[in-house]
């Protein structure tokens, strides 16, 4: 079946602009993580769906980014007034209900603010 | 921020070597995970083990932990040159929770 898919692959905006990100988890996922990965780094946490709702937003670094999953399925990374510090791979995964935390990751959307 | 650090943080060897990444990490764990990252692609799932178990095998891939040491290490025996990617150990401290993960290490296969 498919996998996480993410849209769009590659996003440049300008400080200051608003953003929005999607992704499409593996069907039937209850669970749905956001990561953010800069150059170099291994991919960091920003927040978990359980469902439609968020479970640990203890990532989300500041007021500036929200995420929502309305219908537990599809999710959209909001982030408000861009900064260039923002820069950096945005990667959502998904797993399903069960006894493992494996993961499934789709390709990252890449954000370039300028 | 990261949970700990993988060494080294590059590795470059021959075909058909073996390549050993360890991975170091701070709090208690429920699972650590490995994971495989090529050039511009997604994150792919390796191997994970259980904080229970000490060593696992999948395939070319050996894991094994030491919870008392809090590390990890991942073998890749017979290296081939699709094996060229990034790789993550990754934790997480009950089921379901977040990944931690740590920088990763580089591998190279040269052929």
């Known amino acids: 079946g498919a996998g996480v898919s993410q849209t769009p692959s590659n996003k440049v905006t300008e400080k200051g602009k608003y953003v929005e990100l999607r992704c499409d988890p593996i069907?039937?996922?209850?669970?749905l993580y956001w990561y953010r990965q800069s150059l170099g780094q291994g991919p960091e946490f920003l927040i978990y769906?359980?469902?439609?709702?968020?479970?640990?937003d203890s990532g989300l670094p500041n007021d500036r980014f929200f995420a929502v999953r309305p219908e537990g399925s599809v999710s959209t990374l909001k982030i408000q007034r861009t900064e260039r510090g923002d820069s950096a791979v945005y990667l959502c995964?998904?797993?399903?209900?069960?006894?493992?935390?494996?993961?499934?990751f789709g390709p990252g959307t890449r954000l370039t603010v300028l | 921020s990261q949970q700990g650090e993988e060494d080294p943080q590059a590795l470059s060897i021959q075909e058909g070597e073996n390549a050993t990444m360890n991975c170091s990490y701070k709090?208690?764990?429920?699972?650590l995970q490995w994971y495989r990252q090529n050039s511009g692609r997604g994150l792919v799932h390796l191997i994970l083990?259980?904080?229970?178990?000490r060593e696992k095998h999948s395939g070319r891939l050996r894991v094994t932990l030491d919870t008392s040491k809090k590390s990890s290490s991942l073998l890749i025996t017979a290296s081939r040159a699709a094996d060229t990617a990034s790789y993550f150990c990754?934790?997480?401290?009950?089921?379901?929770?977040?990944?931690?993960f740590g920088a990763g290490t580089i591998l190279r296969v040269k052929s």
């Open positions: 995964a998904s797993r399903t209900s069960g006894s493992s935390n494996e993961q499934f």
């Open positions: 069907s039937g996922h209850t669970a």
């Open positions: 769906f359980q469902g439609t709702g968020a479970a640990d």
């Open positions: 709090t208690s764990i429920n699972n």
């Open positions: 083990i259980r904080s229970n178990e």
């Open positions: 990754a934790t997480d401290r009950e089921y379901g929770n977040k990944l931690v």
